[in-house]
T-cell receptor, first 115, second 118 residues
Framework: AQKITQTQPGMFVQEKEAVTLDCTYD???????LFWYKQPSSGEMIFLIY??????QNATEGRYSLNFQKARKSANLVISASQLGDSAMYFC????????????FGKGTKLTVNP | GAVVSQHPSRVICKSGTSVKIECRSL??????MFWYRQFPKQSLMLMAT?????????EQGVEKDKFLINHASLTLSTLTVTSAHPEDSSFYIC??????????????FGPGTRLTVT
């Protein structure tokens, strides 16, 4: 069974600094996708970034980058130049490609950006 | 584009009554939609996969007779919580994947529905 582990319940970062949110995964599928979502206090899930298991390069989307280390089964999210609006819950998730595309989520990390 | 709406956003109902939650893809067609439940300070847990024109696929431990899912069109899936009890109080979120877009992976999430059963 697929499993996502996020070991940091909470993280703090100073505004304008970079922060790394950890995510490790476990799967026996050779083909899978890894996602990061942001959930502000309002509740909606905001897609941030995606990494496919066969992608050779780490994904980047603006201030977000995904540090994909396949051998270690880790997919850490790096947020550069943190902003106050980045304060939210962050969830790592995975799905196996070619299947039903259902997502398995980690427990999340609450990020607080301090001014 | 790729907007998913949910209605209602908040609902309070009495124990024993049924509540219907709608999930609509506003500008795309979705053969498959997903229903998640999120308890306070916890992660999203997949409840079921909703397939247009066929029966939903429920995750282990989810009572299909309690959480009725209907996906009658390519833009609408409904979740009905039957005979609701206080323990059903939760945040329910749907997501949809756009039909026919090959090579895409993104699911679009609705804004969620907060259900409170008194």
């Amino acid at each position: 069974a697929q499993k996502i582990t996020q070991t940091q319940p909470g993280m703090f970062v100073q505004e304008k600094e970079a922060v790394t949110l950890d995510c490790t995964y476990d799967t026996s599928d050779p083909s899978y996708g890894l996602f990061w979502y942001k959930q502000p206090s309002s509740g909606e899930m905001i897609f941030l970034i995606y990494q496919g298991s066969y992608d050779q390069q780490n994904a980047t989307e603006g201030r977000y980058s995904l540090n994909f280390q396949k051998a270690r089964k880790s997919a850490n999210l790096v947020i550069s130049a943190s902003q106050l609006g980045d304060s939210a819950m962050y969830f790592c998730a995975m799905t196996h490609q070619g299947g039903s595309e259902k997502l398995v989520f980690g427990k999340g990390t609450k990020l607080t950006v301090n001014p | 584009g790729a907007v998913v709406s949910q209605h209602p956003s908040r609902v309070i109902c009495k124990s024993g009554t049924s509540v219907k939650i709608e999930c609509r893809s506003l500008d795309f067609q979705a053969t498959t939609m997903f229903w998640y439940r999120q308890f306070p300070k916890q992660s999203l847990m997949l409840m079921a996969t909703s397939n247009e024109g066929s029966k939903a696929t429920y995750e282990q431990g989810v009572e299909k007779d309690k959480f009725l899912i209907n996906h009658a069109s390519l833009t609408l899936s409904t979740l009905t919580v039957t005979s609701a009890h206080p323990e059903d109080s939760s945040f329910y979120i749907c997501s949809a994947r756009e039909t026919g877009r090959t090579g895409t992976y993104e699911q679009y999430f609705g804004p969620g529905t907060r259900l409170t059963v008194t």
